[in-house]
């Protein structure tokens, strides 16, 4: 949720085109001692959207991988207002 907030702020700010754009604006990075580090010389969208993709792994981080990949065992379909929602 915070992830998409922050792609959203990017665009809300006016420093990305779109939601769309954000998906296939592509960034350049580093790892530096297991850290996500953003490249410098880019565009400020790309930067934007480095910084919350490099939050949002590093909140990753701090929690334990799953043991095991849980699998849906029935698929529920939300209701047309609801998926369409920020």
């Not at 530096?32 to 990753?60: F, I, M, P, R, Y």
Request: hydrophobic share 35%; net charge positive; glycine share 2%.
């Amino acid at each position: 949720m915070h992830h998409d907030k922050c792609y959203d702020a990017a665009v809300d700010a006016k420093i990305c085109y779109d939601v769309a754009w954000e998906y296939i604006d592509g960034y350049k990075w580093t790892c530096s001692n297991g850290t996500a580090v953003c490249a410098e010389k880019q565009t400020a969208c790309k930067t934007a959207l480095c910084a919350c993709d490099a939050a949002v792994v590093q909140c990753w981080s701090r929690h334990p991988k799953p043991e095991k990949k849980l699998k849906c065992n029935h698929i529920r379909k939300l209701p047309l207002p609801y998926r369409f929602q920020h």
